[in-house]
């Protein structure tokens, strides 16, 4: 039942809108006068007034401007359409409606057939969002697929409330910060709940608004830091703790250690559970008494559902009892209250035999004395029935796991990187502005993509952490192609978890790709040419350089000196003016010269990541005879190198032999790796002889490190074709300073610098360091990489035998609904009934599109 004052509140609440701190302390005081104005409630008869009230405003167009005006926080919902998923949604929206009143929020809808809302009821994108007003104009947007019923609504609202408040924590060194900023100001609550917008998140989320400005509250979903609170990522109950950072009364010594002492607690969350778990942690952590434990009253409101444990102490160990006390019910907190019963008071009459008692609150008269030895025994009479639920849920969770394949999809989150899962955590609420973009369908993607010389496509989900992380990054050069006005691009984007059909589509349909496998992936599409693959780093500058790069024709023909010129020595754009491309240039005496097509088909793969340019005729035999090269052949100008000295290659009958060459002369013989180029050079399947120098304090140092490259140089020179099989690098943990933590893992530890790694071997997972405080000199490290193949030399360490396979697999959705659709299973022929499973035998798993043939793009990274 709803407390009574709730209008009361919510215009008290609605008046603090600006202040929600204030609103909310309001709130804490007045949640003990509810009892008193319910009885008054009652007498006036309101309660059978309201049980037929619905507290879903429907708003015309001129109420809507009148509330947004007086400032007050509305959540409103601006229908177009009653189609059936809106019309579920608006019957979980009059549910929230209520629940939000209480908080200050006035919940309602305008229909936009009949009242006209500028923007909102005019742009018909806007039908799958819901709108957060506070202060008088727009706050925050909700797409309807992460408010889908009464306790997502709730807790994305009150979220969007408190954002600011409610901190979010990925790592234990961030609970460790979070933690020593709280120390002596604030305790802590923090929260963990499996999925958000459940009734676990809803009732933190409602708590956070009452005792927000009392303590502090942190919400984690996942991440390194469950295991130093001991909760395996695989279990399905959520879980609160609360960290006693506030320096209290009942510490008889202060704290000490750098971590605040932490509580769990026990009971499944809820509001209520956790609003009485809030008062216990208030309670006085000893309470000192001089009656005997039989005389001592059961516990009082809020503690009255607690057990209470009896300790005595004697006069001549008073002191160290209180602290033997005080070290238990540390212990205890949580689950008791303990009380120190004064033996030397004449009221106590318990006998000298025993020292300790306790008493259950189902059984509140009834006191049970022990005679105990040792803490542990206390303890354990709370404790043990607590681990049996813990074992059953621990085998409850592997009988799961066993029995429903399915959750080994939640695997795959707990691989992703915690900054992007956060990153999406946090924005979550915000709406992408999707003006920029185009959102393609089955039914406008061939149309759309007929329209436009290069059509820039992103594929995603929405529950794909990456993906969602990706498209604000693909939205964001959008925005910044049209700001530039470039014109005959167009940036698209494909809701693969909506259109399974266009995303899933087999060979020989229409699409010209293959099935998507791997998500985000970025497709480019030109008429009449190949789909190209971006396979560079998921980030807003390396996409917009490959779309900027695919512009230019692949090759360019090359028709007079200027233009030779122009090609080897200006950017193709002025926007990648400072970027230094490699450049390919093919020479051929005539346009039907054996190798051209081989070089043109060569040419069209290289599209986004080199210039490749074409000359043909007598230009290229004056060209190449001021340069005394043979034709056909084809020169290739890494960007590394200078213009002047470019590697000569003959031209090939194989495109894909032809382009194993031209990767090959593009490859530095001794390259820096850095985060952005990892994924190529791990592409090319070598083993990585991998030399990390440190940053240069002087230039001392930076001859020094320039020896070390050199020096491994000489290595590669001197292994000639025995380095073939290997890659070697550098990496100056300076510039890249991701590299100490690869250096780390690999090693276990940090080792004094330089230091050569031999990692990453086709046939095996070892790791091999170069003798550490030994001279890195070309000989000595070819005679120890025969010692590693001769198998004489010991591994350091082992790589991780963990793959990174696409975060999400790819469910054919409508074939699954079809599988459940009884008119598809009448229309069967009975030839197909005899060679289909029953609809109640198919497995979901069989519709995974698991085409290989479109590898993940970023799987290493």
Not at 280 to 298: F, I
Not at 619 to 624: D, P
């Amino acid at each position: 039942m709803k407390h009574p004052d709730h209008k009361t509140h919510s215009f008290l609440c609605s008046f603090h809108s600006s202040s929600s701190v204030s609103c909310r302390e309001h709130t804490s005081a007045m949640m003990w006068m509810w009892f008193a104005v319910f009885l008054l409630w009652m007498r006036s008869g309101r309660c059978t007034d309201k049980a037929n009230t619905s507290d879903l405003i429907e708003y015309t167009a001129a109420d809507f401007y009148e509330k947004l005006h007086s400032g007050k926080m509305m959540f409103i919902y601006f229908e177009h359409q009653a189609t059936p998923t809106i019309s579920l949604f608006l019957v979980e929206l009059e549910k929230s409606a209520e629940a939000l009143q209480d908080y200050g929020v006035l919940v309602g809808k305008v229909n936009c057939n009949t009242e006209l809302v500028h923007t909102y009821c005019t742009d018909e994108r806007l039908q799958r969002t819901a709108f957060l007003f506070r202060g008088g104009k727009e706050f925050l947007s909700f797409d309807l697929d992460t408010i889908f019923d009464v306790n997502s609504i709730v807790s994305e609202v009150l979220f969007a409330i408190l954002r600011d408040e409610i901190k979010y924590v990925h790592t234990d060194a961030d609970l460790l910060a979070m933690e020593k900023a709280a120390r002596g100001k604030k305790d802590i609550v923090l929260g963990y709940v499996c999925s958000l917008g459940t009734q676990e998140h809803r009732s933190i989320m409602e708590t956070a608004y009452v005792y927000g400005s009392k303590y502090q509250f942190i919400l984690i979903t996942g991440g390194p830091v469950l295991k130093h609170l001991g909760v395996n990522e695989s279990s399905h109950l959520s879980r609160v703790w609360f960290l006693h950072c506030r320096v209290h009364s009942g510490f008889t010594t202060p704290m000490t250690s750098e971590r605040c002492p932490l509580t769990r607690m026990r009971k499944p969350l809820s509001t209520l559970s956790l609003h009485s778990f809030l008062q216990l942690m208030e309670a006085p952590l000893v309470t000192e008494v001089y009656d005997d434990p039989s005389s001592v009253p059961p516990p009082q409101f809020p503690y009255q559902q607690t057990p209470q444990v009896f300790l005595f102490s004697h006069p001549a160990t008073e002191h160290l009892d209180l602290d033997t006390a005080t070290t238990l019910a540390w212990r205890l907190r949580g689950l008791a209250l303990l009380l120190l019963i004064h033996r030397q008071s004449p009221a106590v009459k318990t006998p000298d035999e025993y020292n300790a008692a306790y008493r259950l609150p189902e059984k509140s008269l009834e006191v049970k004395y022990l005679t105990l030895h040792s803490l542990d025994e206390v303890l354990a009479l709370f404790t043990d029935e607590e681990k049996e639920e813990e074992q059953e849920e621990d085998e409850d969770d592997e009988a799961v796991d066993d029995d429903d394949d399915a959750e080994e999809e939640d695997s795959y989150f707990g691989k992703l990187d915690d900054e992007i899962a956060a990153s999406v955590f946090e924005n979550r609420v915000t709406l992408q502005d999707m003006d920029s973009v185009t959102q393609l369908t089955s039914d406008n993607f061939h149309s759309a993509v007929a329209q436009s010389g290069l059509t820039v496509v992103l594929f995603y989900l929405k529950w794909d952490a990456v993906s969602m992380a990706f498209l604000s990054s693909f939205i964001e050069v959008a925005e910044r192609l049209a700001d530039s006005e470039v014109d005959g691009v167009q940036m698209s984007v494909v809701d693969c978890g909506e259109w399974t059909d266009l995303c899933a589509a087999q060979p020989g349909s229409a699409v010209p790709f293959q099935p998507i496998t791997a998500f985000p992936s970025v497709l480019l599409l030109h008429p009449q040419d190949p789909v190209q693959h971006f396979r560079g780093m998921l980030g807003s500058e390396a996409l917009h350089r490959f779309i900027m790069m695919s512009r230019t024709a692949s090759p360019v023909l090359l028709s007079s000196l200027e233009e030779i010129k122009s090609f080897l020595q200006e950017a193709p754009h002025p926007e990648l003016a400072g970027y230094k491309p490699d450049r390919v240039v093919g020479l051929f005496k005539t346009q039907t010269q054996t190798g051209l097509a081989a070089f043109t088909e060569a040419a069209k793969s290289l599209r986004g990541e080199a210039l490749t340019g074409l000359l043909t005729d007598e230009l290229a035999e004056r060209w190449a005879a001021d340069r005394t090269i043979d034709l056909p052949a084809v020169l290739v100008f890494p960007s590394w190198r200078t213009h002047a000295h470019p590697s000569t290659l003959p031209a090939s009958s194989s495109a894909e032999e032809l382009l194993t060459h031209i990767n090959a002369a593009l490859l530095h013989p001794m390259p820096e790796l850095t985060v952005e180029n990892l994924p190529s050079f791990l592409s090319l399947g070598k083993a990585l002889l991998l030399l990390f120098v440190g940053e240069e304090e002087d230039k001392v140092g930076w001859r020094q490190n320039q020896a070390l490259v050199e020096e491994m140089r000489t290595v590669v020179v001197l292994g000639g074709e025995k380095m073939e099989r290997y890659l070697a690098c550098w990496i100056h943990l300076g510039r890249t300073p991701a590299g100490m933590s690869v250096l780390g893992s690999y090693l276990g530890s940090m080792p004094p610098l330089p230091a050569l790694v031999l990692t990453h071997l086709p046939s095996r997972d070892e790791i091999y360091q170069y003798p550490p405080n030994t001279p890195i000199v070309a000989s000595s490290v070819l005679h120890w990489l025969q010692r590693v193949e001769d198998g004489t030399e010991s591994a350091t360490g082992l790589l991780d035998e963990d793959r990174w396979p696409p975060a999400v697999p790819f469910y054919d959705f409508l074939k699954v609904l079809d599988l459940q659709d009884p008119e598809s299973a009448q229309q069967q022929t009975p030839k197909e009934e005899e060679e289909e499973p029953s609809r109640e035998e198919a497995d979901v798993d069989e519709h995974v599109v698991a085409d290989d043939s479109n590898p993940p793009a970023h799987s290493e990274l």
